[in-house]
């Protein structure tokens, strides 16, 4: 019976890390998109010949880089780890940054 336990344990697990990184990191890129789009103004948009649009906001310029960021810093984890694991090594994290270790 215990089993059953440890299997649902694990299977949140994997659901949970599954749903962050298969459907996480591209809706991350998603909103960045669009926080990019809102940090550019309105210009994309129809306006009346010689209205304005509405003027750039430099807060979703940055959301957007911050965005774009998180996904890059996750793809770039993601291959670090699978070529390390091609060296022989491990990738951990006993720091504040990741590092490359001799697998024990």
Known sequence: MHNVGFAAAAGWKILLVGLLLGAGLPALFAVGIRAMAYGAGGDAEVHASGAPGPAPH??????????????????????????????????SFEHIYPTLVDKP
Do not use: D, S
């Not at 940055?62 to 770039?76: M, S, W």
């Open 58 to 91: 430099p807060a979703g310029r940055a959301a957007g880089i911050l965005c774009f960021a998180i996904v890059l810093a996750a793809i770039a984890l993601g291959i670090t780890f699978i070529v390390a694991t091609g060296f022989g090594k491990t990738l």
